[in-house]
């Protein structure tokens, strides 16, 4: 204990983590990052402890939450969203950004397990569409990454969860000790979901990868590396599951578009001004 005749140095509390740069496309900052850039800030708030989530946006996140004001303001109090879908990288290429490839949910996930099979760093899974499809997504990621820590996982009903279910899955989780929490139960629900349980959770990090569990569980299949580059994914999961899909993309995609001209219309404008 120091003396009355020294000085006490004051505790300063440890700088908050700096988020990347980004860019609003259609009042969506999304953040100007690759693969190493995410994984890197992921292990920082880890080590940091800092209580953060990302979302992986695709055209469907930007566009709903144009119209859903519950979703916009979960995606717009994360820490990063990052352009999960080709076309967003496009559009902010078109505006003045250098962006080589998407941050795409599944092989986000997939490289993230492979750095924390080496590094320890301990995952959590909520998703998946049963208990089955949950195992299954365990098992696979064990086997593709020797070393793995899944410390646990829990697949919700389909109806909304109770406070007293929230309750018992805060307290689940936090007993796992578990570092980042997965999250994949699809747009807008996982957003809204870790908007609403941040603060509940011991984890440092939550990142909504919606359909990357079906991928990775083997149930649903990729679209072709091809037709990604091309940007036709949404054709290619349209195909799969057409009852699913269809309105959503016939909705979204056409406004996407249109919403993409004006605000490059009036970023060459400004421009010129």
């Keep these: 204990m120091p003396s009355a005749s020294q000085p006490i140095t004051p505790v300063r509390p440890a ?3 700096a988020a990347p740069p980004s860019q609003d496309l259609l009042g969506v900052p999304l953040a100007l990052v690759d693969y190493d850039r995410t994984l890197d800030w992921i292990d920082e708030a880890v080590e940091r402890r800092h ?11 930007v566009m709903a939450s144009r119209e859903d004001p519950a979703l916009r303001a979960a995606v717009l109090g994360s820490d990063l969203t990052v352009p999960d879908g080709q076309p967003l990288v496009w559009a902010l290429n078109t505006l003045g950004h250098q962006l080589d490839d998407r941050v795409y949910g599944p092989e986000l996930m997939d490289r993230a397990c492979a750095r924390a099979a080496s590094s320890g760093l301990r995952f959590y899974l909520y998703g ?4 089955g499809a949950l195992a299954e997504l365990a098992r696979r990621l064990r086997l593709r990454h020797p070393g793995l820590k899944i410390v646990g996982g829990h697949c919700p009903p389909f109806r909304p969860p109770t406070d007293a279910e929230e309750d018992a899955l805060a307290a689940e989780i ?5 570092d980042v929490v997965w999250v994949g139960i699809g747009v807008p629900k996982q957003e809204k979901w870790m908007a609403r349980m941040r603060d509940r959770l011991d984890a440092p990090v939550l990142v909504g990868v919606g359909a990357a569990f079906d991928f990775h569980a083997g149930i649903v299949p990729q679209a072709p590396d091809g037709l990604q580059r091309l940007g036709l994914e949404w054709a290619f999961r349209l195909s799969q599951e057409p009852r699913r899909l269809w309105r959503r993309y016939m909705r979204y995609n056409p406004r ?7 605000q490059l219309v009036a970023h060459r404008f400004s421009r010129r001004g």
Excluded: E, I, Q
């Design 128 to 131: 998946g569409r049963n208990h």
């Design 174 to 178: 936090n007993r796992s000790g578990a």
């Design 15 to 17: 700088p908050r983590l």
């Design 256 to 262: 996407f578009v249109a919403g993409w001209a004006r």
């Design 51 to 61: 209580k953060g989530y990302v979302c992986v946006a695709a055209v469907h996140t």
